[in-house]
């Protein structure tokens, strides 16, 4: 009998799935629990960053037969490579359509570049007066992963960005504690993917800033000065007294002897969302030409 044959009602549980340009990651979700073992990376061999070979991994994946046999809902995280994030300042052009959809991918164009007025954008709910956290995604890529989906008779109950569900992941089991009502940041979380940082300062579960960088895969040295070099351009993140990491970068061995095992106090590492994984379980992707045009922003 299959490991997803033994699980409980099929209703209780998800498959948690990350897009990334170099690997696919998953695990089964049962309620707010990982189920133990049910992980998996697959590595992407693909052209460059673009996302087309992500979707035939995802495809590989969703054709192995316990996959087949569950048909669990998917709750699918795309890399911060393919899901742009910016917060946006409240106008009152957020009060109707479709002036709020316009005002928010005009902010997400002044950032990134006029492929943004092609792209997916939903904003967060935030009270009526407060910044919006705001997200862009390739049209194209949000179609193929639905259609994906619906090939194998999956309902797709969840396409976020991959920020949002360290975010959950972190409330579900150790909740970043932070004071209610309060006007300034209190809590903070930094998400490490292959070749950069991101940092979000939050007020009461909510994301009111950001921060993005490049970085190698030393990034536990990189990341100390990166939130220095933060909270002295934004004066008042400084109060900020515990940042949760999530840590999603896969370092390779031959570099592990060069980054140091600890990080300063602040830094506490959070479990990984994707639950630990057995050895990449296949090469999921074949070699393929460059696209002649890049649809998502780098």
Not at 139 to 148: I, M, N, P
Not at 160 to 185: D, F, M, N, V, Y
Not at 189 to 203: C, Q
């Amino acid at each position: 009998m299959s490991l997803i044959e033994r699980l409980l009602p099929i209703g209780q549980r998800r498959l948690r799935v990350l897009l990334a340009p170099q690997q696919l990651l998953c695990v089964i979700r049962q309620g707010k629990r990982l189920v133990e073992g049910s992980a998996q990376q697959i590595a992407v061999d693909g052209a460059g960053d673009h996302w087309q070979a992500a979707i035939d991994a995802l495809r590989a994946l969703l054709q192995q037969p316990d996959v087949v046999a569950a048909r669990l809902p998917l709750e699918i995280s795309l890399s911060g490579r393919w899901s742009q994030l910016v917060l946006a300042p409240w106008s009152d052009a957020l009060l109707s359509e479709p002036s709020a959809g316009r005002f928010l991918q005009t902010q997400l164009a002044a950032l990134y570049g006029d492929n943004a007025r092609g792209w997916s954008v939903i904003g967060d709910d935030a009270p009526y007066g407060h910044t919006r956290l705001v997200c862009g995604v390739d049209s194209t890529l949000l179609q193929a992963l639905k259609d994906v989906a619906a090939e194998f008779g999956h309902a797709c109950r969840v396409i976020e960005p991959l920020l949002g569900t360290a975010l959950r992941a972190q409330e579900s089991s150790q909740p970043i504690r932070l004071k209610k009502g309060t006007a300034t940041a209190t809590g903070a979380l930094a998400l490490i993917e292959p070749g950069r940082i991101t940092m979000a300062a939050l007020r009461d579960n909510r994301i009111v800033a950001i921060q993005s960088q490049p970085a190698s895969e030393a990034w536990r040295l990189e990341l100390p000065q990166a939130w220095q070099r933060w909270t002295l351009r934004a004066p008042e993140l400084a109060g900020i007294e515990q940042v949760a990491v999530t840590d999603l970068s896969a370092p390779s061995t031959a570099t592990l002897h060069l980054v140091p095992s600890a990080l300063p106090s602040r830094f506490r590492l959070s479990a990984n969302p994707f639950g630990e994984h057995a050895a990449v379980a296949m090469a999921a992707t074949q070699q393929r030409p460059p696209a002649t045009s890049p649809e998502v922003a780098a």
